[in-house]
């Protein structure tokens, strides 16, 4: 099963980056599969740990997508990096192993330590159309743009019934990006 999340790398200077991933759940440890180039990956090569963050401020996903990188982060409990302030929990993450590819290497990891911070509150169907219309965004270069449309024009029905002001802000800087890409063609 894959889990999407925020990780939060460091690099060797100490600059924290964050970017949403879906990593895969294994039943020893887990696997991150960044495209390249990225920072995320290049930061985990370079200092052997990554952070996973469980978090239901959907805007942070759509902000790391729209040049909002910069949340709130606290120092990390056992390895040397940091977590999001806002997550539900994180889960500490040690390079095992590292399978090479020239378009997606496959990055093996132990889990170090995990910790709770806020309770889980029940699933949001807008928090789901935010990720999903945060992935589409994500790969607006590469999709047909008349598929992404019809996808986000089904996306926002869930999201019209079922938002609270943080997952309309979420869509906003979305559809912000959407719009802009989409007048450029
Ligand atoms: C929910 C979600 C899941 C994503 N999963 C991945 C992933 O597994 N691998 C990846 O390379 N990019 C993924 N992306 C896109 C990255 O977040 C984005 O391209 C980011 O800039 C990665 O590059 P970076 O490490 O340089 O920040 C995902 C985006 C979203 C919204």
Redesign the pocket.
Known sequence: M?R??I?S?MSLEGCI???????HVLEEGML????????????VLATGVAVMNATDDVRV??G??TGR?DWPCVPSDRVVGCRLESALSHTELKLQRVEEDPL?PKLYCTVAHEAQHRPFKGFNRAQFAV??A??L???LDRLPLEKIQRELDTLAIALEKTAGPLEHEAWSWLMDKVRLFMGEE
């Open positions: 894959i999407e999340v990780v790398t980056h964050l970017a949403p991933m879906g990593i991150l599969m960044p495209f390249r180039p990225s920072t995320t990956l290049e930061n996903f759509s790391c997508l990188r997606r990720i999903e945060a992935i965004v994500s790969r």
